[in-house]
C-alpha cells in the first residue's frame, strides 16, 4: 500500500434547514479536493441540516436516513470524482435520531459512526446515543475512525481507535464561541498522545444566535501542526504518511534512549479505571 496520501479539510458556513443547498456546497467541496489531488476530504459536524435545533421536533424534521437522496448526491460525486468524503449530518434510524458522521467513497457507504458522548447544547438535547465504536475503516490511504466533536474531551475513545490500528482521526466538530481551549487542546492531545494523525473541520459563520470560530486543523502523530485555518471558509490541504502513524516508538540514542507509546503502556495496572 501507498502509504503518502494528500487529504483536506472544508471549514464551511452552513445553512440551517437548507440540506440541499449544504449537499451541493459538499459536493462542490468534493470537486475542488479532487482537483487538488486529495483522497479525502472531511467536513464539519451537522455538515448537511445545522446543529442549533431548540426541539425534539426541530431534530426530527431535519434528520434524514442514510440512504437518503443528498446522501446519495454525495456518494455520487464520491465516485465521479474519486474521493472518500466523511460528513457530519443529523440521521434518522430505527425510530430515533442520532449526530452522525457517515464515511463515503466511490464504492458507497464505508462506515456511520453516530456521537457517543451528549453535550446538553443544540441538537445534541434531543439525540439518541451513539452505539459502541466500530473498527476502523481499512482503505486504500489507511485505516480511518471517527469520532465528533465533543467527543474529543474523551481519551478512551481515541485511545481504542488507536489500540484498533487506526492511522488518522476523523472529527467533525462544531465549536462554538467559547470552545477556544477545546479546539487549541484536545486534538492535539489526542495525537501526540496516539501516535495518530488527527483531521479536525471545524464550521464557520453564524446560526440561530450562536458563533463558530473556526480553526480546522490537521495534526501529525508528533503533534505538528500541519495546516490550521483561520474563522473563514476555507479548504485546508496537506500531505499525510500513515507509515509515521503506525511507527509508535522513537530511538534517540541506540540501545540507550527510547520509547514506544504502545510497548510502555500499564494496561493491568488501569485495566478497571473505567469503572471508577
Known amino acids: 500500500m501507498e502509504t503518502k496520501s494528500k487529504v483536506a ?17 459538499v459536493a462542490d467541496y468534493l470537486q475542488k479536493a479532487a482537483e487538488a489531488g486529495c483522497a479525502l476530504a472531511l467536513f464539519p459536524e451537522c ?12 431534530v426530527e424534521d431535519q434528520a434524514v436516513a442514510v440512504d437518503d437522496p443528498h446522501i446519495r448526491e454525495i456518494i455520487h460525486a464520491c465516485e465521479k470524482h474519486k474521493i472518500m468524503a466523511a460528513v457530519g449530518f443529523l440521521e434518522k434510524r430505527g ?12 464504492e458507497g457507504l464505508l462506515q456511520i459512526y453516530s456521537k457517543m458522548h451528549l453535550p446538553y447544547i443544540g441538537a445534541d438535547k434531543f439525540v ?16 480511518l475512525s471517527m469520532l465528533i466533536c465533543y467527543d474529543v474531551r474523551f481519551p478512551e475513545l481515541a485511545r481504542y481507535y488507536a489500540l484498533q490500528g487506526a492511522d ?24 501526540f498522545e496516539n501516535g495518530v494523525y488527527v483531521m479536525a473541520a471545524n464550521r ?34 496537506t500531505d499525510i504518511d500513515v507509515a509515521v502513524s503506525r511507527k509508535k516508538g ?18 493491568e495496572v488501569f485495566g478497571n479505571m473505567t469503572a471508577c
Not at 9 to 25: L, R
Not at 95 to 106: D, T, W
Not at 168 to 191: H, Q
Request: charged share 20%; proline share 8%.
Open 9 to 25: 479539510c472544508v471549514q464551511m458556513d452552513i445553512q440551517y434547514g437548507n440540506i440541499e443547498a449544504n449537499t451541493k456546497k
Open 168 to 191: 488518522v482521526l476523523l472529527i467533525p466538530t462544531n465549536w462554538p464561541l467559547g470552545s477556544e481551549k477545546t479546539r487549541e487542546i484536545f486534538p492535539i492531545s489526542r495525537a
Open 250 to 267: 522513537f530511538v534517540s540514542v541506540e540501545g540507550n534512549w527510547s520509547i514506544d507509546i504502545f510497548k510502555d503502556r500499564r494496561p
Open 204 to 237: 464557520v459563520g453564524d446560526e440561530r444566535g450562536s458563533h463558530f470560530i473556526g480553526g480546522s486543523r490537521i495534526i501529525s502523530p508528533s503533534a505538528q501542526l500541519l495546516t490550521r485555518a483561520g474563522e473563514e471558509e476555507t479548504m485546508l490541504v
Open 47 to 58: 455538515a448537511l441540516q445545522g446543529y442549533c435545533m431548540n426541539t425534539r421536533e426541530e
Open 128 to 143: 439518541a446515543q451513539g452505539q459502541p465504536p466500530l473498527p476502523p475503516v481499512e482503505t486504500p490511504i489507511g485505516r
Open 95 to 106: 425510530g430515533a435520531s442520532y449526530n452522525s458522521a457517515a464515511l463515503l467513497g466511490p
